[in-house]
């Protein structure tokens, strides 16, 4: 026998939990610094002295995470973190998951030091960001089959609820 009150209830809420769902998965790459099996490149400076995780110098990225739009047309979980200083408003959390190659623009800023406040002018730097997926690429590539079995794991014990 179906009870409808929780059929509703439960129907309401399914978007928001798959989109819960994606967002632990998208968790579970930043603490695993892996995706789908593949290690992330490790750091390009061997300083043995820093031991903190990769993509995490501060936790912002990482934090910014949000379900963003969950509905029954679409769920969609991202970041809103921004490049600092970026011209072309550039989400560094797309540049981080896909990589990034060829020239930036940086802005001028003033260098302190020892000496005294110099001001850099704005120049142009080549730069080659490895590629460090934690989420899938919308629109390149299809939902990995283990975040596939995790959203029909949720599914299927939201259902289970309507039916007992």
Excluded: C
């Excluded at 978007?15 to 490149?41: I, T």
Aim: aromatic content about 8%.
């Amino acid at each position: 026998m179906i009870n409808e009150r929780k059929f509703k209830k439960v129907m309401r809420q399914m978007p928001s939990g798959v989109g819960r769902v994606m967002l632990r998965y998208v968790e579970r790459n930043f603490a695993s610094e892996s995706y789908q099996g593949s290690a992330w490149p490790p750091r390009q400076n061997l300083n043995t002295n820093n031991r903190k995780p990769l993509l995490t110098d501060t936790g912002k990225l990482k934090a910014s995470f949000k379900v963003r739009e969950a509905n029954w047309r679409v769920i969609r979980v991202g970041s809103d973190r921004q490049t600092a200083g970026s011209s072309g408003n550039a989400h560094l959390a797309q540049l981080h998951n896909e990589g990034a190659k060829g020239a930036a623009t940086v802005r001028t800023y003033t260098r302190r030091g020892r000496n005294g406040s110099v001001r850099v002018r704005s120049h142009r730097r080549q730069t080659e960001l490895p590629q460090r997926q934690f989420m899938p690429i919308p629109g390149k590539e299809p939902l990995p089959p283990e975040l596939w079995a995790a959203i029909e794991d949720f599914v299927n014990k939201e259902l289970d609820k309507v039916f007992r």
